[in-house]
């Protein structure tokens, strides 16, 4: 029997494609935790794909997607996890000042291109 990663390869490519494009990774492929959590839309964007996504992935490993409810950021889950075929997501703890003096303690997530083809 064929696994879901055989059978819908295309399918699951274009997955991670529509969440990159949600993402709207800037130039330097960096993005922090604060911007995610603060942007409900494309938090919303990436929880509609979760039908999508059950139907092209074998879902077992990716909580976030058959439990939705249990996880705290099930969206960010669901980024590392499909992504991380395309990318190395790296992350490190960021600051952003603000003008009005505040400091905001996030983490920089860095996805960093991976040659698809090594072996």
């Not at 409900?40 to 929880?47: G, P, S, V």
């Not at 990716?62 to 249990?70: F, L, M």
């Amino acid at each position: 029997m064929r696994t879901k990663k055989e059978v819908y390869r295309q399918e699951q490519i274009e997955i991670v494609d529509k969440i990159l494009e949600i993402l709207a990774l800037n130039d330097d492929k960096k993005i922090t935790l604060y911007e995610l959590d603060n942007d409900f839309e494309k938090q919303e964007k990436i929880i509609n794909l979760i039908p999508i996504i059950r139907k092209y992935y074998s879902f077992n490993n990716i909580k976030a997607v058959g439990e939705p409810e249990k996880i705290k950021r099930p969206w960010l889950s669901i980024i590392k996890q499909l992504c991380k075929v395309r990318y190395k997501i790296t992350r490190k703890d960021h600051r952003i000042y603000k003008d009005s003096g505040i400091v905001i303690r996030t983490i920089l997530y860095h996805f960093q291109d991976i040659n698809i083809n090594k072996h």
